[in-house]
């Protein structure tokens, strides 16, 4: 007579497991050509710079963002529309060149080294937070342009949501 509710009470256990195992976030998508930021609906590919998107629950496609400081921007924004199941940025380590920064070359932004504070100018003319696979690659980014290397949560909220002075003079890495 114990076996039945033991084997009941496994069961249970095992259904509740199955349960609580995390989906599996969903993968990138490549970039491309039809690509519209989700701020200024422009298309994406005809700015530099390194790009990001946003996977939502319930959304067929993400939420391409032209920069990364756009990006973050979203992320710290109290009035999104659905819960974030992934976030990915383009390694620029990998890039091409500024002008070029790719279409498939993403990584997830909870794992990136980004370089907040250079003096550099995102597709849309802001100053840029750089995202790097990999802290070396950010340090060297750093030790031609300067700013400081933070993880995704560490990047200040003044680094993204304060205003932007057009009037500052950006440059475009080669």
């Not at 700015?47 to 939420?63: F, S, T």
């Not at 990136?112 to 995102?122: I, R, T």
Request: negative net charge; proline residues 10%; charged residues 20%.
């Amino acid at each position: 007579m114990r076996i039945i509710p033991a084997l009941l009470m496994a069961a249970i256990a095992v259904a509740g497991c199955k349960e609580e195992e995390a989906k599996a976030p969903p993968a990138p998508v490549e970039l491309t050509e039809e690509a519209l930021s989700f701020f200024c609906q422009m298309n994406i590919a005809e700015h530099g710079g390194p790009k990001g998107q946003i996977h939502l629950e319930g959304y067929p496609v993400p939420l391409f963002f032209a920069q990364v400081r756009d990006m973050v921007a979203y992320l710290k924004s109290p009035e999104r529309d659905a819960e974030i199941l992934a976030v990915y940025v383009s390694d620029m380590s990998v890039a091409a060149s500024w002008e070029q920064p790719g279409s498939d070359n993403w990584i997830a932004a909870d794992g990136a080294s980004f370089v907040v504070g250079a003096p550099v100018a995102g597709g849309m003319g802001a100053p840029e937070i750089v995202p790097f696979a990999s802290p070396e690659g950010a340090a060297q980014f750093l030790s031609t342009y300067g700013g400081e290397v933070l993880p995704l949560s560490e990047i200040p909220d003044e680094a993204v949501l304060g205003p932007v002075d057009f009037q500052i003079a950006l440059e475009t890495p080669s």
